[in-house]
Protein backbone atom coordinates (compact mmCIF):
# COMPACT_ATOMS: atom_id res chain seq x y z
CA UNK A 1 0.00 0.00 0.00
CA UNK A 2 3.19 2.39 0.83
CA UNK A 3 4.85 1.64 -2.05
CA UNK A 4 1.44 2.97 -4.11
CA UNK A 5 0.84 6.45 -2.80
CA UNK A 6 2.73 7.99 -4.81
CA UNK A 7 1.30 7.01 -7.92
CA UNK A 8 -2.15 7.66 -6.22
CA UNK A 9 -2.39 11.10 -6.15
CA UNK A 10 -1.09 10.92 -9.80
CA UNK A 11 -4.10 9.30 -10.45
CA UNK A 12 -6.22 11.69 -8.74
CA UNK A 13 -4.32 14.58 -9.02
CA UNK A 14 -7.57 15.76 -11.88
CA UNK A 15 -10.17 15.30 -8.89
CA UNK A 16 -7.84 16.36 -5.99
CA UNK A 17 -9.50 19.85 -5.33
CA UNK A 18 -13.05 18.80 -5.70
CA UNK A 19 -11.97 15.79 -3.04
CA UNK A 20 -10.06 17.84 -0.78
CA UNK A 21 -10.23 21.55 -1.10
CA UNK A 22 -13.07 22.28 0.95
CA UNK A 23 -11.83 20.38 4.29
CA UNK A 24 -8.31 21.79 3.72
CA UNK A 25 -8.98 25.18 2.98
CA UNK A 26 -10.93 24.74 6.41
CA UNK A 27 -7.96 23.76 8.15
CA UNK A 28 -5.60 26.40 6.63
CA UNK A 29 -7.97 29.21 7.85
CA UNK A 30 -7.64 27.71 11.38
CA UNK A 31 -4.02 27.91 11.27
CA UNK A 32 -4.29 31.47 9.26
CA UNK A 33 -6.48 32.71 12.61
CA UNK A 34 -4.17 30.94 15.22
CA UNK A 35 -0.79 31.71 14.36
CA UNK A 36 -2.93 35.70 13.37
CA UNK A 37 -0.81 36.01 10.15
CA UNK A 38 -1.33 38.89 8.42
CA UNK A 39 2.02 39.58 7.33
CA UNK A 40 2.75 39.13 3.68
CA UNK A 41 6.57 38.96 3.78
CA UNK A 42 6.37 36.00 5.48
CA UNK A 43 8.08 32.49 3.78
CA UNK A 44 5.45 29.29 4.43
CA UNK A 45 7.16 25.87 3.55
CA UNK A 46 4.16 23.50 2.80
CA UNK A 47 5.18 19.62 3.22
CA UNK A 48 3.10 17.75 0.98
CA UNK A 49 1.86 20.49 -0.53
CA UNK A 50 -0.34 18.79 -3.38
CA UNK A 51 -2.30 21.14 -5.97
CA UNK A 52 -1.16 24.26 -3.43
CA UNK A 53 -4.97 24.75 -1.96
CA UNK A 54 -2.73 26.63 0.36
CA UNK A 55 -2.63 29.72 -1.61
CA UNK A 56 -6.45 29.99 -1.70
CA UNK A 57 -5.90 31.31 1.98
CA UNK A 58 -2.64 32.47 2.13
CA UNK A 59 -2.59 34.90 -0.83
CA UNK A 60 -0.04 37.08 -0.98
CA UNK A 61 2.51 35.01 1.32
CA UNK A 62 5.70 32.96 0.19
CA UNK A 63 5.08 29.55 -0.14
CA UNK A 64 7.23 26.63 -0.98
CA UNK A 65 5.69 23.40 -1.47
CA UNK A 66 7.24 20.26 -1.59
CA UNK A 67 5.08 16.78 -2.62
CA UNK A 68 6.02 13.50 -4.16
CA UNK A 69 3.21 14.06 -6.78
CA UNK A 70 4.74 15.65 -10.24
CA UNK A 71 0.88 16.18 -11.45
CA UNK A 72 0.19 17.94 -8.03
CA UNK A 73 2.97 19.83 -8.29
CA UNK A 74 2.16 20.64 -11.82
CA UNK A 75 -1.64 22.61 -10.65
CA UNK A 76 0.81 23.96 -7.48
CA UNK A 77 2.99 26.12 -9.81
CA UNK A 78 -0.27 27.18 -11.14
CA UNK A 79 -1.13 28.88 -8.15
CA UNK A 80 2.26 30.79 -7.57
CA UNK A 81 3.78 28.12 -5.03
CA UNK A 82 7.20 27.55 -5.17
CA UNK A 83 7.59 23.70 -5.86
CA UNK A 84 10.46 20.87 -5.05
CA UNK A 85 9.55 17.45 -6.50
CA UNK A 86 10.24 15.25 -2.98
CA UNK A 87 10.08 12.78 -1.11
CA UNK A 88 9.47 14.01 2.94
CA UNK A 89 10.78 10.53 3.81
CA UNK A 90 14.43 12.24 3.32
CA UNK A 91 15.51 13.70 5.99
CA UNK A 92 17.44 16.01 5.94
CA UNK A 93 15.40 18.52 3.72
CA UNK A 94 17.51 20.66 1.27
CA UNK A 95 16.90 23.65 3.54
CA UNK A 96 18.51 26.24 5.90
CA UNK A 97 18.14 26.12 9.10
CA UNK A 98 15.54 27.87 10.76
CA UNK A 99 14.83 29.21 6.78
CA UNK A 100 11.19 29.53 7.36
CA UNK A 101 8.68 31.48 9.38
CA UNK A 102 6.53 28.68 9.11
CA UNK A 103 5.66 24.89 8.75
CA UNK A 104 2.63 23.14 7.58
CA UNK A 105 1.76 19.82 7.13
CA UNK A 106 -1.91 19.20 6.13
CA UNK A 107 -3.23 16.16 6.48
CA UNK A 108 0.46 14.00 5.77
CA UNK A 109 1.81 13.40 8.22
CA UNK A 110 0.59 10.17 8.77
CA UNK A 111 2.44 9.05 5.49
CA UNK A 112 5.91 9.44 7.04
CA UNK A 113 8.01 6.19 7.90
CA UNK A 114 9.06 8.33 11.06
CA UNK A 115 7.29 10.40 12.80
CA UNK A 116 10.12 11.53 14.85
CA UNK A 117 12.64 12.51 12.88
CA UNK A 118 9.67 13.95 10.61
CA UNK A 119 9.12 16.06 13.34
CA UNK A 120 12.40 17.04 14.67
CA UNK A 121 13.21 17.77 10.70
CA UNK A 122 9.78 20.71 10.98
CA UNK A 123 11.72 21.77 13.93
CA UNK A 124 14.75 22.60 12.56
CA UNK A 125 13.25 24.45 9.84
CA UNK A 126 10.71 26.92 11.87
CA UNK A 127 10.11 27.13 15.60
CA UNK A 128 5.80 28.07 14.41
CA UNK A 129 4.64 24.42 13.08
CA UNK A 130 1.20 23.54 12.61
CA UNK A 131 0.47 19.57 11.57
CA UNK A 132 -2.86 18.01 11.06
CA UNK A 133 -3.46 14.31 12.22
CA UNK A 134 -5.63 12.39 10.84
CA UNK A 135 -7.92 10.63 13.58
CA UNK A 136 -8.60 7.38 12.19
CA UNK A 137 -5.22 7.08 11.29
CA UNK A 138 -4.30 3.35 13.06
CA UNK A 139 -0.80 5.35 14.44
CA UNK A 140 -2.25 8.67 15.94
CA UNK A 141 -1.20 8.04 19.29
CA UNK A 142 2.51 7.28 17.91
CA UNK A 143 2.29 10.75 15.76
CA UNK A 144 1.27 12.88 18.57
CA UNK A 145 3.81 11.62 20.87
CA UNK A 146 6.29 12.09 18.42
CA UNK A 147 5.45 15.76 17.81
CA UNK A 148 4.98 16.31 21.74
CA UNK A 149 8.65 14.64 22.06
CA UNK A 150 10.23 17.16 19.33
CA UNK A 151 8.33 19.79 20.85
CA UNK A 152 9.05 19.47 24.08
CA UNK A 153 11.00 22.68 24.34
CA UNK A 154 7.77 24.60 23.22
CA UNK A 155 4.26 25.05 24.36
CA UNK A 156 1.72 23.71 21.97
CA UNK A 157 -1.76 22.75 21.92
CA UNK A 158 -3.51 20.22 20.23
CA UNK A 159 -7.27 21.05 18.26
CA UNK A 160 -10.04 18.96 17.51
CA UNK A 161 -11.18 19.36 13.99
CA UNK A 162 -13.30 16.81 13.39
CA UNK A 163 -11.66 14.00 11.30
CA UNK A 164 -8.48 15.84 12.12
CA UNK A 165 -6.57 16.93 15.02
CA UNK A 166 -4.13 19.70 14.60
CA UNK A 167 -1.09 20.07 16.34
CA UNK A 168 0.17 24.21 16.70
CA UNK A 169 3.38 25.66 18.45
CA UNK A 170 2.77 28.36 20.40
CA UNK A 171 6.14 29.49 21.24
CA UNK A 172 9.60 27.69 21.91
CA UNK A 173 10.04 27.83 25.79
CA UNK A 174 12.70 30.57 27.43
CA UNK A 175 15.56 28.79 29.88
Do not use: W
Not at 26 to 52: M, R
Amino acid sequence: MEKNNFNYYDVISENYDELHSEEQIKKYNFIKQKFNIKDDDVKILDVACGSGIIKEVFKNQNIFGIDNSKKLLEKAKKRNVKTLYYDFNIIPFPFKDKEFDYVFCVTAFHHSKNFLLLAKEFERLSDKIAVSLLKKSPSIEEQKEALKEAFKNYNYSFYDLGIDILFITENKIKK
